[in-house]
C-alpha cells in the first residue's frame, strides 16, 4: 500500500501523535475494512468515529428508510432525510465527513441465506442491529468465517458491549444461547439516545484495536453501562464446550 498523503497527514496528526498509531498504525487503518450492519442507534456514532479515524473502508448495511421517531439517537440522520434509504442518508454525511475513504452502501436485511456474503472480504463487523434474530445469524456467520464481531446492545439507560474472536474466548451464542421467546422484548423499546452513543463508540474502539493489534479487547467480558448511576461493570463470561456454534473452535 501507498503512505500516507501530504492531506492525510494532517488530518491525522492527533493519531499520528500516539504511540500506539503512528504512521504505520495509520496505514493499518488506511488498509482496513470495517462493516457495521445497521445505521442507526449504535451504527451512528460507530460510523462517524471509524470514518473519521480513517478506516479505509467502510460497509454500511441497512435497509429500512429513514423516519422521524429515529433522530432521537439515530445522529447520523436528520429531518432532511425523512423517508429515505438509511443507507443513502448515511453514505452522503460519511462522504462529507472524509472524502478520503471508501464506503459501500449495501441495502439488504441481514438474512442466514445473505450473511455470510455481505460480511465477505471485511476485516471486522460491527453489530449496530436492534433485534436479538440478526445478532445470533451475524455471529454464527462471523465465527464461522473466522472474523470478529463487535456486539452492541441498549435498552432504556443502559447498555452493554463485547467482542466475539474466533478462537479466543465465547461468542454472542455462548453468553446468550438463544433469542428471546416473541413477545418478552417491547418490539419500539424505550432508550436514552446519549446510551446508544456511548455503546456506539465504544464498538468504534473496539474495532480500532483490532486493525491496529493493540489494547486489551473485551473478549470474554460483558462490559455494562448504566446511565442512570453513572457507572460501568464487567461480567466475565465464559466460552460454552456446548455451544452449537463455536464449539468446534
Known amino acids: 500500500m501507498n503512505g500516507l498523503t501530504d492531506q492525510e497527514r494532517k488530518r491525522y496528526t492527533r493519531n499520528l501523535v500516539l504511540e500506539e498509531i503512528g504512521e504505520a498504525g495509520q496505514l493499518k487503518l488506511k488498509a482496513g475494512r470495517v ?6 442507534g449504535l451504527g451512528s456514532p460507530a460510523l462517524y468515529y471509524l470514518t473519521a479515524a480513517g478506516v479505509g473502508t467502510l460497509g454500511i448495511v441497512d ?15 436528520s429531518m432532511d ?16 465527513l472524509n472524502s478520503d475513504i471508501r464506503i459501500v452502501p449495501v441495502q439488504e436485511r441481514v438474512t442466514t441465506e445473505n450473511a455470510c456474503r455481505i460480511i465477505d472480504g471485511y476485516d471486522v463487523v460491527v453489530d449496530g ?17 473466522g472474523r470478529p464481531f463487535i456486539h452492541g446492545g441498549i435498552l432504556g439507560f443502559t447498555g452493554q458491549a463485547m467482542t466475539v474472536v474466533p478462537g479466543r474466548g465465547p461468542c454472542f451464542q455462548c453468553v446468550f444461547q438463544e433469542p428471546p421467546s416473541p413477545g418478552t422484548v417491547p418490539e419500539s423499546p424505550g432508550v436514552l439516545g446519549a446510551v446508544a452513543g456511548t455503546i456506539g463508540t465504544i464498538q468504534a474502539a473496539e474495532a480500532v484495536k483490532i486493525l491496529l493489534g493493540t489494547g486489551q479487547l473485551l473478549i470474554g467480558r460483558l462490559l455494562i453501562y448504566d446511565a442512570l448511576q453513572l457507572s460501568f461493570r464487567e461480567v466475565q463470561v465464559k466460552k460454552n464446550t456446548a455451544c452449537p456454534i463455536c464449539k468446534a473452535l
Open 35 to 40: 462493516l457495521v450492519v445497521g445505521t442507526g
Open 63 to 77: 435497509s429500512d428508510q429513514v423516519d422521524l421517531t429515529n433522530l432521537q439517537r439515530q445522529i447520523i440522520h
Open 81 to 96: 432525510n425523512l423517508g429515505q434509504a438509511k443507507t443513502v442518508s448515511a453514505y452522503e454525511k460519511l462522504a462529507r
Open 129 to 145: 442491529t436492534d433485534n436479538f434474530p440478526t445478532r445470533f445469524i451475524l455471529n454464527s456467520a462471523c465465527i464461522k468465517t
